[in-house]
């Protein structure tokens, strides 16, 4: 009756329009104002309820990862404790810093804010007598990191140190390849890797150190042996390199870890033809890899499919050819590195199908014979040929 009554106030008694139009006015109004009025009161009821409490962040703890032969040979939780550093280096003298390591899910890249460290049991000790350690040969672009050579409880160890300039894509990459390495576990013929600092900066690894170090370096050594100056004393047999190649084979196919993840730039001419073309890695493309590895050890060092540009690989791979066989080669080692880079996945040698190869090859594999290299050792050469540094733009045809 009210809202009749306002109308019938407003409008002239015989305007039926106006009354109408002033009754559908009312009837939206109040409505409205009603809604408004629910909201703003359920809004208020939530910041009283909401608002003053501080939500606190949840904390879980890490899913350990120890082997049983871990467990075995660390039976103590302990930490880190002092660095002797030298100069340029932040000492952390007195710091307490667990060995620990990142634990992550394998083809998934870390975050440093989503993962947890996971703490290693490791002896308690300091470095002592650290210096830097120069590499054998000046063949890397990463200058991420610097490698120290220590003491460490009566042991020499090696230090692979993250600069305190790296940005957070390269912690996330250092991380990674600590889990990687990590994630090899305790073998007879991998390095040990006897802890991870990445609880606070600087980050590094503590690998034991190897009597010959990195392989490239010891091929490379072997390649000098006889020249003028020549301190090396390496010799370097068929039966060598099937002995050595067995061994990393066996090492990473008994941890389950024989694809080892995404690789940079600079290795593309070590990659197989479809992860080239944008593909991801798997066992069949490490297959390939491993037979360019086998290449390197008979060249001592020379590096792959050296009259082509990285650009270019793909589409030279694409017309069916091959790496040329060494001089050095015999029939055999060259055949298995040919089933290794068959152009189709499947056609290629399965890991178990690779081992029992190189066991079977071993057997027979001249001992006596030192392979020998007349070409001596240019780096800038071997930078350029090795492809350091292009770019990897690749056509698929």
């Not at 991870?196 to 000098?224: A, N, T």
């Not at 270019?312 to 091959?322: F, T, W």
């Not at 178990?352 to 392979?371: D, F, H, P, Y």
Request: aromatic share 6%; proline share 7%.
């Amino acid at each position: 009756m009210s809202l009749n009554s306002t109308a019938d106030n407003l409008c002239a008694p015989d305007d039926h329009l106006c009354i109408v139009r002033e009754h559908l006015q009312a009837v939206i109004i109040v409505p409205t104002l009603l809604l408004l009025t629910t909201l703003v009161g359920l809004v208020a009821v939530c910041c009283l309820r909401y608002c003053p409490e501080r939500k606190r962040p949840k904390t879980t703890s890490a899913p350990r990862y120890h082997s049983a032969s871990h467990k075995q040979r660390h039976s103590h939780r302990n930490r880190l404790q002092g660095i002797d550093a030298p100069p340029g280096i932040n000492p952390l003298e007195h710091e307490e810093l667990p060995m620990s390591v990142q634990q992550v899910q394998q083809n998934v890249r870390p975050t440093l804010a989503a993962v947890p460290p996971m703490s290693t049991e490791r002896q308690r000790g300091a470095f002592s007598q650290m210096t830097v350690l120069q590499p054998s040969f000046p063949v890397t672009s990463n200058n991420t990191y610097i490698l120290y050579r220590a003491r460490k409880d009566n042991r020499d160890v090696i230090l692979r140190m993250l600069k305190e300039t790296a940005n957070g894509r390269e912690k996330q990459e250092f991380l990674g390849f600590a889990d990687f390495v990590s994630g090899l576990g305790p073998h007879p013929f991998l390095p040990e890797l006897l802890g991870v600092v990445s609880v606070q900066p600087p980050l590094m690894m503590v690998v034991e150190e190897l009597q010959h170090r990195d392989l490239l370096g010891y091929l490379w050594k072997c390649r000098q042996q006889g020249n003028p100056g020549s301190e090396s004393s390496c010799e370097m047999t068929e039966k060598k390199i099937f002995t050595m190649a067995g061994q990393v084979a066996s090492a990473l196919e008994n941890r389950g870890r024989f694809t080892g993840g995404s690789r940079g730039i600079e290795m593309r001419k070590w990659q197989a033809p479809e992860v080239l073309g944008g593909k991801a890695v798997s066992q069949s493309s490490d297959v390939w890899s491993f037979g360019i590895l086998l290449y390197e050890m008979v060249t001592l060092g020379d590096p792959p499919f050296a009259e082509y540009r990285a650009t270019e690989l793909l589409q030279y791979l694409q017309r069916g050819k091959h790496l040329k066989r060494p001089t050095t080669c015999s029939n055999s080692l060259y055949s298995i590195i040919m089933n290794c880079s068959h152009w189709r996945p499947e056609q290629r040698l399965s890991t178990s199908e690779l081992i029992r190869t190189l066991q079977s090859g071993e057997k027979s594999a001249n001992g006596r014979k030192v392979l020998k290299v007349a070409q001596p050792l240019d780096i800038e050469k071997y930078l350029r040929e090795a492809g350091y540094g292009e770019a990897y733009n690749y056509a698929v045809l």
